[in-house]
Every structure is written in structure tokens, then in C-alpha cells.
């Protein structure tokens, strides 16, 4: 019988996303860049940055037109290349808030976190599919090789910002979830989140009793305190992420009586970040028309979803936050109808890392979350964040492509186990379906 022949279409949904946070990109970068008006060329930050933009959309043609399969080499290359480069920039990268984060090569600057965020995702995506039992979930051997590569790439960045061994801790656990980890895991998982809540509040609160005077004597005490910290690189960052969290959780004083700290780790970036929401009122003060943005030294990046809604107004926010959860909806509705279980892993695991950093930034940007550098994914000024999001993204488009079809009746999952090699034939895990 001959096999019915597939029309191979890329999923507009996902297409339409991107291309709104673009153009949002392109926007809200322009008008916060300010403070790299050195040299009187208003064109040249975005500039460059319309540039990352462009060789990510090259990226993402590139990607899509690829069949899923191929990914697997793309990991053994990806894996090697990823510790290595974090190896790199822990012993030699040039110091970026308290830690070092990035290498300079050739005039470029390339930071490890997003390459290993990247990498993890093909990884697990690959193991997990590997090491799927018969009758459905993980297999033991399967669950063990996960957390190696989690614990792995944690180590390697821990150092290099607590945020991004977060991230990836989160999306590793919830890339378990989807592949079939049991619900005993599951249960001892939601146990250590529970204790490790409790000891960053009992860390909190059992250095608030020694804390004595004003709220700008707190800081400078911290700041002495962080800087007696020099017995290794995993202590001097310990100090740094207990002020923020003693910050974020609050120390009892109003945060509009602080007096504003633009010292290392201080509370400038959040106030200037809440000023410019406030000053947004709700309806937005325009493209162009941010008053903070020369204020607020990382405008441009770590706080840009806060100029956002400056300049946007609340419908700009939300229209970008939908954007990233349409992301993840739309990934979950192609993942449910995939026949393997590497395309489901693939793509949901993509789009969780895409919308977990998203929504990371805007809590942060918003003071929900203790403040930490996260770019907002395809919106940020950084060119090592938009390459590797673009190619998350074309990695997601080729799962639509080649892993489903559209049809008149909806997504429908493709049938081809001839054209996959046979570690790679595992069924959609039966917590997807």
C-alpha cells in the first residue's frame, strides 16, 4: 500500500509569536539603549542588535527545514562544546555582577548559560525518549542518566548565577513529569522544593533578629559582609544571593522609604524598574517616551519587560506575556498529538525553556522574584540569548513540521518510524497523551 504524502507546513501559531516579539524587540531595545549613546550614533546599539535578530531568523529557517532526527547529532556536538565553554568561562570569564558570566572571543562576548540551557533540552529530550519502558514512563535507568546531566550542568553554573541552575532544575524536573517519572519521585521532588522554600525562609528570617538600624545601614552591611567573603567562588556568591533574597522577602521597612543604593547589589535597578511601571500608569507613555530607561542601567535587558510597561502600558505587558504562553500551549498541543515520544520531549521541552526564562524576567522586573540577570527571550539586547533562542525555536518548528500535519479536523501525528533510527521509536509517553 502506498504511503499517504505528507504536505510539510510549519506551525503558524509558533511563527506569529516570534514575530510579535520581535517587533516588540526591535521597539522597546531602540528606546531603552540610551546609555550606549556614547558616541553620538543613535542608530548603532540597535543596530547590532537588529543584526542577532536577523542571523536568528537564519538560524530558525535553517532549523526548521531540518527533520527532528538530526538533532541527536546536533546534541553530540552541542554537549562537548557547551561544558567546555562553561568550564571556560568559570576559571577565565570576565566578571558580570559578582560573577563571571561571559568570555570575550574575537570581539564578541559569549556567555555559557544559554548554550547549556540549550543543551540540556536535547539531552534529556534524547535520553528520555532512549529510556521510555514499554508499557509507558521512565525507566529507571532513564531517570538516574536525567539527574546526572541536571546535576551536571548545575555544578557547572551554579557560580555563574543562581538563576540559570534554577531554570534549569525546573525544566529538567517538569521534561521528568512530561516523560513519565512516578509518583513516588514526584512526591519526593515536591518534599525537597518544600524544604529547600523552608530553608531559604529560615535563612531569612533567622539573620533578620541581627539586623539593627536603617534600611540603608542594612545594605552596607551586607555589602562589608560580601566582601569578607573570599574563601572560594561558590562562598563569595552565597553572601550575595541571601541579600537578595533578605530584599525580596523584605525587612520590614516600606520599600518607598529605602533610600536608593546604586553600589554592587544594590536596590537601584528595582526601584528605577518599579518607577518606570509606575510612571506607565496602566495605559503607557509611548514608544520612545520612557523616562527611566537612562536611569535604569539594564534597560536595555534585565529589565526590559519594566520599560515594556512604561511604554506599552498594561495591554503591551500582557500581549508579550501571551505571546510566551501561547508558546507553551501551542507546543503542548502539538506535543499531544506526536506518535514518538522525542518529538513530544523536544518541543515541550524548547518551549518551557523559552516561557520558564520569560516569565522568570517579568517576575523579577515586576519585584515578585528576588532580583537576578535574566534576559527576556527574542526581546533582550544580548546576542548569545537571541542565537540560542532562535534555534530553540527552529528546533520547535521542525517538530511541527515533520512530526504532525494540519489537517481539517485539527493536528494530526505523523506516522514515521521508518524515517527514525530505533533508539528513537518510543511512543508518546502516556503522561503526554
Known amino acids: ?51 542577532f535578530l536577523l542571523l536568528g531568523l537564519v538560524a530558525i529557517l535553517v532549523l526548521e527545514r531540518i527533520h527532528y532526527k538530526y538533532f541527536k547529532g546536533l546534541m553530540l556536538l552541542a554537549a562537548p562544546l557547551s561544558v567546555v565553554l562553561a568550564v571556560v568561562v568559570a576559571l577565565f570569564g570576565k566578571s558580570v555582577g559578582g560573577a563571571s558570566r561571559a568570555i570575550e572571543i574575537g570581539g ?7 548554550p547549556c540551557k540549550f543543551t540540556v533540552v536535547l539531552l534529556l529530550a534524547y535520553i528520555f525518549a532512549r529510556f521510555q519502558k514499554k508499557e509507558g514512563g521512565l525507566s529507571t535507568k532513564g531517570i538516574v542518566l536525567g539527574f546526572g546531566v541536571m546535576l551536571l550542568f548545575v555544578g557547572l553554573l551554579i557560580t555563574q548565577g543562581g538563576s540559570n541552575a534554577f531554570l534549569i532544575m525546573l525544566v529538567s524536573c517538569l521534561m521528568m513529569i512530561i516523560a513519565g517519572l512516578p509518583t513516588r519521585l514526584l512526591v519526593l521532588g515536591w518534599t525537597c522544593v518544600a524544604l529547600a522554600v523552608g530553608s531559604v525562609l529560615w535563612l531569612h528570617f533567622s539573620g533578620k533578629n541581627d ?30 544571593w541571601k541579600s537578595r533574597i533578605d530584599d525580596w522577602l523584605g525587612t520590614g521597612v516600606p520599600e518607598y522609604k529605602k533610600p536608593t543604593v546604586y553600589e554592587h547589589d544594590g536596590n537601584s535597578q528595582r526601584h528605577h524598574a518599579s518607577m518606570a511601571i509606575a510612571n506607565g500608569k496602566g495605559i503607557g507613555v509611548g514608544p520612545g517616551n520612557s523616562r527611566e530607561c537612562s536611569r535604569l542601567q539594564l534597560a536595555f535587558s534585565d529589565f526590559i519587560y519594566a520599560i515594556i510597561l512604561e511604554e506599552l502600558g498594561l495591554i503591551g505587558g500582557i500581549v508579550v506575556l501571551l505571546c510566551y504562553i501561547g508558546i ?10 506526536c506518535k514518538n515520544a522525542y518529538p513530544t520531549l523536544l518541543i515541550m521541552g524548547m518551549a518551557l525553556m523559552i516561557s520558564m526564562q520569560a516569565l522568570y524576567h517579568m517576575g523579577i522586573s515586576v519585584g515578585l522574584l528576588p532580583v537576578s540577570g535574566q534576559p527576556l527571550p527574542f526581546i533582550s539586547k544580548g546576542g548569545t540569548s537571541i542565537l540560542i533562542m532562535s ?43
Not at 564578541?108 to 544559554?114: I, K, T, V
Not at 507553551?328 to 498529538?337: E, L, N, S, Y
Not at 515533520?402 to 489537517?407: G, L
Open 211 to 240: 539586623a539593627a538600624g536603617t534600611a540603608g545601614e542594612t545594605v552596607a552591611a551586607q555589602t562589608v559582609e560580601k566582601k569578607k567573603s573570599d574563601s572560594g567562588i561558590l562562598l563569595k556568591r552565597l553572601p550575595v
Open 391 to 433: 534555534m530553540a525555536m527552529g528546533v520547535m518548528l521542525s517538530v511541527s513540521r515533520y512530526a504532525v500535519e494540519r489537517t481539517p479536523e485539527g493536528l494530526r501525528g505523523i506516522e514515521d518510524d521508518d524515517e527514525l533510527p530505533q533508539d528513537l521509536r518510543a511512543s508518546n509517553p502516556s503522561g503526554v497523551m
Open 108 to 114: 564578541l562576548s559569549l556567555q555559557a548559560a544559554e
Open 1 to 51: 500500500m502506498e504511503k499517504k504524502k505528507v504536505k510539510y507546513t510549519s506551525d503558524w501559531t509558533l511563527w506569529a509569536c516570534y514575530i510579535i516579539l520581535c517587533v516588540v524587540s526591535v521597539i522597546e531595545v531602540f528606546s531603552a539603549s540610551s546609555l550606549e549613546l556614547k558616541n553620538g550614533n543613535v542608530y548603532s546599539p540597535i543596530a547590532s542588535h537588529v543584526k
Open 328 to 337: 507553551v500551549i501551542r507546543a503542548g498541543m502539538i506535543g499531544t498529538q
